[in-house]
């Protein structure tokens, strides 16, 4: 490997925040630093996110297995969900374990992810042995979440480096007779990747060919493995993480649902093999709304992917004709983690990206068929993102005001990144930017609450876990216990909470497109399952409704092109929305 220059480098790390990419240096490597973030000091604003785990019942700990030798893949497993596994309207949680490292000595105990059952009463019970999930997943990354198999029940993917595993969420199967609700059916599906050394991180559920069963993405970040493993040093002569350029790059994975409990493999085919990126972050978006789901990609330090859905199991990389690939000033950036959603309430989802310290987050802001425009700064996003190191990151109304708000999980990847850039710290804040209803968001300090405690976050994830009509905060965090923060906004807005069942199309009717109108307002969205960083969120729609106490219409059109319309709802409601029905309260949900 070439060795960068002395002067460039340092030009580079007081730009971007970065003490990782000096190589090939020879001063003994010093010990990471271990050990669990401190709780938030006293004098914090009370703001209006309190972090409820431990009155929850929520004892998780998640560990990357850092063992002082920076390997590479420790950089990046962290994931989490929102779930309702046994469908009595409660939202439950999944964390996703890592533990030791590859390369570890055989038999080394592996901790298994956990999974908790919602109550309802506030508090969780850890259930991961009844679900049949204590067993070594692997050096696990994130988790998606979909009904893969159209029984009514959730069912779970766990990325991982060397090998996923796909559970089948069993309590809609009678007959069952192992008493364990969940079993690893990876094998038989034919979406694991055993023994490939492929280094998976973000997944997605998606139905790109409309046949109604899902499909399956699956993104890799980079050719690694323990044996080339690389030994980069910082500025001071210490062992640290590289950067990524020091390894090649990856084509994601695309699985079609054979609709038998199988899947076939269709990357080449489908147009992906020739792709080449370090891949992080994948949502499923029909970004020009003609009725077929496409895919966009975030990755690090290569452009980002649009994945232009061409019909006939085909897709096209357009990310640099619709203005999506690169970052302000035509900069390739280092994309993690990805935010969807209508924040202008124009009719078209715009993204939000996160990148890595010293560069902005990215806001590409939609303008209307298929087409962005960058607006990083113009947006308000972008200074105040750039002391921050991103991963997870959500759209979330917390006020109900009816403007899509952001959320950021933010920690850096090096630990003596403070030694080299100016406030820039290994653990960090999260970040909550409140959109002020005229194109531009605000970072706000006074309503963050216990979320303003340091830590090194990856995954996160948004869902009203008490079916109080507020959405909550889910973080996973590196070395440290999860994070549930309850939201207790005192605001007096009204909301709209939407589940939908296909019937014609996939059981999630994920890819479904919602308009409804309120008090003059004209909100839209569309149902995906996962988004934001090795996460998935609670799937039901949430509207802020602002000061309106009815919707005045509420149309949709279903993935097969089917579609309905609805007038004078009532607000503050959970609602449910079976396809070729009418919508009706949430049978599931009790309050």
């Known amino acids: 490997m070439r060795l960068r220059s002395l002067s460039g480098m340092v030009s580079l790390l007081a730009l971007a925040g970065c003490a990782t990419l000096l190589n090939g240096c020879n001063a003994p490597a010093r010990k990471q630093a271990t050990g669990s973030a401190p709780a938030a000091p006293k004098g914090y604003p009370p703001g209006i996110f309190k972090d409820v785990t431990s009155e929850a019942g929520i004892t998780f700990r998640m560990t990357n297995g850092e063992s002082g030798k920076f390997y590479f893949v420790e950089t ?8 309702d596994f046994n469908n009595d309207g409660w939202m439950d949680v999944l964390l996703v374990q890592s533990g030791p490292i590859p390369g570890s000595p055989p038999n080394t105990p592996r901790p298994p992810c956990e999974l908790y059952q919602n109550l309802g009463d506030g508090t969780f019970k850890n259930v991961t042995k009844e679900a049949g999930l204590e067993f070594d997943q692997g050096y696990a990354q994130g988790a998606a979440v979909g009904d893969y198999n159209n029984d009514g029940y959730p069912d779970i993917y766990i990325t991982g480096y ?7 969420n069993r309590l809609g199967d009678s007959a069952r007779k192992n008493p364990a609700f969940f079993q690893d059916v990876t094998d038989r599906a034919g979406v694991g990747a055993k023994g490939q050394k492929r280094w998976a991180t973000s997944a997605a559920f998606g139905d790109y060919d409309s046949d109604g069963y899902l499909d399956l993405v699956v993104l890799n970040y980079a050719p690694w493995t323990p044996e080339t493993d690389k030994v980069c040093k910082d500025l001071k002569g210490r062992k640290s993480y590289c950067s990524p350029e020091v390894y090649g790059t990856e084509h994601p994975t695309l699985y079609r649902n054979n609709r038998d409990g199988t899947f076939t493999d269709v990357t080449k085919p489908a147009g992906l ?12 978006i029909d970004y020009d709304q003609d009725g077929r789901p496409d895919i966009y990609i975030a990755n690090d330090i290569r452009p980002n992917m649009l994945l232009r859905n061409l019909g006939g199991g085909r897709f096209r990389d357009v990310g640099l004709d619709v203005g999506v690939a690169y970052g302000t000033d035509a900069k390739i950036l280092s994309g993690m983690g990805i935010a969807v959603g209508d924040y202008e309430n124009i009719g078209w989802e715009s993204l939000v990206v996160t990148n890595f310290s010293g560069q902005p987050n990215s806001v590409y802001r939609a303008v209307g068929n298929g087409m962005y425009e960058d ?9 105040p993102s750039l002391p921050y190191l991103a991963f ?5 109304d917390y006020d109900r005001d009816g403007w899509r708000d952001l959320v950021f999980g933010n920690g850096h990847v090096d630990p003596y990144v403070a030694d080299f850039a100016p406030n820039v710290s290994y653990k960090q804040p999260k970040m909550l930017m409140r959109n002020m209803g005229n194109g531009r968001f605000e970072k706000v300090t006074d309503q963050l609450g216990d979320m303003a405690a340091p830590r090194v976050t990856r995954g996160l994830a948004v869902g009203d876990f008490n079916n109080d009509g507020r959405m ?9 216990t999860a994070e549930l923060f309850r939201n207790d906004s005192p605001d007096k807005n009204h909301f709209l909470m939407l589940r939908l069942e296909g019937v014609k199309t ?3 009717a994920a890819g479904s497109r919602v308009w409804i109108t309120a008090g003059g307002q004209r909100y839209y969205a569309e149902s995906r399952l996962s988004t934001s960083y090795v996460a998935s969120s609670d799937p039901r729609l949430f509207f802020g409704l602002g000061q309106s106490e009815r919707v005045d219409t509420l149309e949709i059109r279903w993935p097969d092109g089917s579609k309905q319309r609805f007038s004078n709802l009532k607000a503050d409601t959970f609602y449910y929305l079976k396809q070729g029905a009418a919508p009706v309260p949430d049978p599931r949900v009790k309050r």
Do not use: K, M
């Not at 060397?162 to 089948?168: A, I, K, V």
């Not at 607006?375 to 200074?383: C, D, I, L, Q, R």
């Not at 909550?472 to 440290?480: I, Q, S």
């Open 162 to 168: 060397d090998g996923c595993h796909l559970l089948e």
């Open 375 to 383: 607006a990083t700064y113009p947006s308000g996003v972008g200074e």
């Open 273 to 284: 093999s020739t792709l080449q990126g370090r891949c992080l972050g994948v949502i499923w």
């Open 506 to 508: 996939n059981r999630d």
């Open 472 to 480: 909550d905060v889910l973080a996973c965090n590196h070395n440290d």
């Open 76 to 83: 990046t497993p962290g994931g989490c969900a929102f779930l």
């Open 392 to 396: 997870g990151v959500e759209f979330i």
